[in-house]
T-cell receptor, first 114, second 115 residues
Framework: DVKVTQSSRYLVKRTGEKVFLECVQDMDHENMFWYRQDPGLGLRLIYFSYDVKMKEKGDIPEGYSVSREKKERFSLILESASTNQTSMYLC?????????????FGPGTRLTVT | GQNIDQPTEMTATEGAIVQINCTYQTSGFNGLFWYQQHAGEAPTFLSYNVLDGLEEKGRFSSFLSRSKGYSYLLLKELQMKDSASYLCAVRDSSPFEGGYNKLIFGAGTRLAVHP
């Protein structure tokens, strides 16, 4: 079974802090994703990585950056956390091929910025 | 623009059948996914449609009509454990660098199954 793990289930940070969210997958997947999930808005893609050190901006990259130094690990960084970044953050991974190769999600990190 | 619509909430009775609809308007189409997400947990894959018609998988079936921009997820013999959110997602046809097409998610339908 594919396993995607995230470093924290719950996190509380103060405005202006630098925040690191870590994601690790154990199935040697090339693709990794960071989403945020907000009520009424669904999952929105923040960043996507298709290989080590490669990244693409998603729909809402502002205020975020990412790092992928190893294939299994994809980090999301909030350079200076703001209250509007309070959200559920979900990491996912997938094989690079199209078709039915669905994304596998981690359990999520609920981040509260006060 | 990209738009995926699903009902916000639905309720149903244990043992019954429920149909969750999804309509989409996207700039391209390269497949449609349904995911299930229990409260506080990760979304998990349920089904995938890329051609018109019905795909059946045990108690769950998913239907697609590309000409109508419409899909539904059909859940039969409902059980209490089916209480969850159901997410419809369309794969865009414009690939990222590296050839991967992103998924566009609807807001999800929260299904409550009661005895």
């Amino acid at each position: 079974d594919v396993k995607v793990t995230q470093s924290s289930r719950y996190l509380v940070k103060r405005t202006g802090e630098k925040v690191f969210l870590e994601c690790v997958q154990d199935m040697d997947h090339e693709n990794m994703f960071w989403y945020r999930q907000d009520p009424g808005l669904g999952l929105r893609l923040i960043y996507f990585s298709y290989d080590v050190k490669m990244k693409e901006k998603g729909d809402i990259p502002e205020g975020y950056s990412v790092s992928r130094e190893k294939k299994e690990r994809f980090s999301l960084i909030l350079e200076s956390a703001s209250t509007n970044q309070t959200s559920m953050y979900l990491c996912a991974s997938s094989l690079p091929r199209q078709g039915i190769h669905e994304q596998y999600f981690g359990p999520g990190t609920r981040l509260t910025v006060t | 623009g990209q738009n995926i619509d699903q009902p916000t909430e639905m309720t149903a009775t244990e043992g019954a059948i429920v149909q969750i609809n999804c309509t989409y308007q996207t700039s391209g189409f390269n497949g449609l996914f349904w995911y299930q997400q229990h409260a506080g947990e990760a979304p998990t894959f349920l089904s995938y449609n890329v051609l018109d018609g019905l795909e059946e998988k045990g108690r769950f079936s998913s239907f697609l009509s590309r000409s109508k921009g419409y899909s539904y997820l059909l859940l039969k013999e409902l059980q209490m454990k089916d209480s969850a959110s159901y997410l419809c997602a369309v794969r865009d046809s414009s690939p990222f660098e590296g050839g991967y097409n992103k998924l566009i998610f609807g807001a999800g339908t929260r299904l409550a199954v009661h005895p």
